[in-house]
């Protein structure tokens, strides 16, 4: 009887993934990383920005403002546009437009420009953060990499840092 449970050709395998979910995890880490790094160094900079381009202070904390509104705008609807074209099209999608929107803000010869081009990068790094958030959140699923989901999620998942039932 467990011989012919053995030789069932038609159990179903147990299913690996095709990729080590320790690389998604460390590849959607660091794309947050560089989303939040992004906005840690406007801030960082915005002295400096308003002086290179002829800007007061309070015109170049638009700066900021674009780039804030345009993440705030893209999170709604990125979980529905990840769900049209694929979580890994809209992740891939949304390194292209953030890194090309940061290449175009680093050249930017005028405020209104640089405006226009935070815009952009907030699109992208609005659906970097989600697409990160969703990355580990999946990883979370297959019951991999808790240790690189704590460490580099704290902030943007607390519920991962609620106390388990067992400890109360």
């Known amino acids: 009887m467990a011989a012919a449970a ?15 979910p320790w690389i998604i995890a460390a590849t959607v880490a660091m794309a947050a990383f ?6 840690s160094i406007a801030n960082v900079a915005l002295p400096h920005i308003a002086g290179n381009l002829g800007a007061s202070e309070d015109q170049a904390t638009w ?3 674009a780039y804030l509104v345009s993440n705030a705008v893209v999170l709604p609807m990125g979980g529905w546009v990840a769900s049209v074209i694929g979580r890994k099209n809209f992740f891939l999608s949304c390194i292209v437009i953030f890194t090309i929107s ?3 803000c680093g050249i930017a010869p005028s405020l209104g420009l ?3 081009f935070r815009v ?8 970097l953060r989600l697409s990160a ?8 699923e297959e019951g991999r990499c808790r240790v690189l989901i704590c460490r580099q999620t704290r902030r943007s998942l607390p519920e991962l840092w609620e106390k388990p039932k067992r400890w109360n």
């Open 6 to 20: 053995v030789a069932n050709p038609e159990a179903p395998a147990q299913w690996r993934p095709k990729t080590n």
């Open 34 to 39: 560089m989303e939040v790094l992004d906005t």
């Open 63 to 65: 700066v900021l403002t």
């Open 102 to 104: 940061s290449f175009l």
């Open 114 to 116: 640089l405006l226009l």
């Open 120 to 127: 952009l990068q907030g699109a992208g790094g609005g659906g």
């Open 133 to 140: 958030q969703l990355g580990i959140q999946r990883v979370k």
